[in-house]
């Protein structure tokens, strides 16, 4: 034994096995000799009635006079009831934000992880949050470990995705496709939304106390209002009939066409089912829809449609693709290329959806009754207690997809159709419905329902 001074420590010789030199002015500090060579500086202390030994650092990084004041700090840190090496073992376990990450993937793929309505997310959710957590906070944040982030590093990652930083293409599953992750706003606010809900996961799970993304000033993004005025319906007619005199987008035009007479979600209309038509009840039975399992009442205009249809399309789908059990696919490209160069270049499915509720309003019809045609979470219907609508709703679908219809078809008014009162609106619109079909058949269905 001896005191470790810098020439002692430098001058002791290595051995076959290697060894450990005391200090015989400081019990518990030595150091430890390599048989490479190689020298570095411990303490041993005592801790729930066991020997614990712990590192300090190598010689050269660490000077004697450095490492015996570091030793004195961890010894009285032990002397106090502390445990330096299972404090740095528990240091080194700790999870990182990819790790829970991927805990939070894992579970969410098995179901564990609840959304909209308290029920599992749907696979198209899934795949979508597993893109932003794999491609936006994984690379910006991966390696941190989760109990050191705190708020300013929730604000730095919003602004990295906002500037972009994490724009990259990459390539997928499918053959031939890619991914292209550009990042910006509405990326970053949805994105930092998921986040938010991967911390309260690790909340939940014990692994820190407080979500870090509580409080969180996200920037304002565009608004989704617009809408179709009358005139852009009737161009939107003309852009759909030319899209049914071309073979390959015929399909696609015709799923713009239904969007816009129901007010359905994209992925309602492009994945429908036949087993989900229910002509006779005039509506759609779907299954699994944003809102779960709803009953969705539908105008004349697609239930002859439907009627029309049927007989010529065989398979699972409503709009098969080239296997008739899979649905069409490419619906994004085509939509696009069909309003490329249009006065329509902006408009988009949800555009469709919002134009058919904000016709309803302008119609008089009720919150309820429009959240109801268009199966919103506050008006949805669920199949499993309703069997038939009621006739104001599927006379509500009637009344909305009969005038969409008259203006897809190039229909005009004496007068900007806006500017009627209410009443006098709908009763013009009613009478425009019973003309284009025969009263009693008309009656009749209204019956049925």
């Not at 009939?241 to 992925?267: E, F, V």
């Amino acid at each position: 034994m001896a005191k470790l001074t810098k020439r002692f420590v430098e001058a002791v010789a290595p051995q076959s096995k290697g060894h450990v030199v005391w200090d015989d002015e400081f019990p518990g500090f030595g150091l430890r000799v390599y048989p490479s060579g190689k020298r570095s500086y411990i303490v041993q202390y005592r801790s729930r009635g066991r020997s614990r030994r712990y590192t300090i650092g190598l010689h050269g990084l660490w000077t004697p006079e450095t490492a015996r004041r570091e030793a004195k700090a961890l010894l009285g840190r032990a002397a106090h009831g502390g445990d330096p090496a299972e404090e740095r073992e528990e240091e080194r376990r700790a999870l990182t934000i990819k790790q829970l990450c991927e805990q939070y993937i894992a579970d969410m793929e098995a179901g564990l992880i609840l959304g909209k309505g308290g029920r599992p997310k749907k696979e198209t959710t899934i795949a979508t949050d597993v893109g932003r957590l794999r491609r936006h906070i994984v690379p910006l944040l991966g390696t941190r470990r989760v109990r050191d982030i705190a708020k300013p590093d929730m604000n730095n990652l919003m602004k990295d995705i906002i500037a972009g930083n994490t724009r990259v293409t990459v390539k997928t599953e499918k053959l031939r496709g890619k991914a292209i992750v550009r990042g910006g706003a509405g990326t970053a606010i949805r994105t930092m939304g998921l986040l938010g809900g991967v911390f309260s996961y690790a909340v939940e799970a014990g692994i820190i106390e407080h979500n870090p993304t509580h409080g969180l000033r996200k920037p304002k993004y565009k608004v989704r209002d617009r809408r179709l005025s009358e005139s852009e319906y009737r161009t939107l007619g003309d852009i759909l009939r030319q899209g049914c005199r071309s073979n390959q987008l015929r399909i696609h035009a015709d799923i713009l066409r239904l969007i816009a007479l129901t007010g359905c979600r994209r992925g309602e209309i492009v994945n429908l089912k036949w087993s989900a038509v229910d002509l006779e009840g005039s509506c759609l039975r779907l299954a699994d829809s944003k809102e779960g399992a709803t009953v969705r009442p539908v105008g004349l205009p697609v239930v002859e449609y439907l009627e029309k249809e049927r007989p010529h399309r065989t398979g699972t789908y409503v709009f098969p693709g080239q296997d008739i059990d899979n649905a069409v696919g490419n619906f994004p490209q085509s939509w696009k290329k069909l309003f490329k160069d249009t006065p329509l270049w902006d408009v988009t499915p949800h555009v469709l959806r919002h134009s058919f509720a904000s016709m309803a309003n302008d119609l008089g019809f009720t919150e309820i009754t429009i959240a109801a045609l268009i199966g919103h979470a506050k008006g949805s219907v669920t199949s499993k207690y309703v069997h038939t609508l009621d006739s104001t709703l599927i006379m509500a679908a009637d009344t909305v997809a009969g005038y969409v219809k008259a203006l897809l078809e190039g229909a005009e008014f004496r007068r900007n159709t806006y500017t009627l009162d209410r009443q006098s609106r709908q009763s013009a619109i009613e009478q425009m419905l019973i003309e284009s079909r025969p009263t009693s058949q008309h009656t009749a269905r209204l019956h049925r329902a």
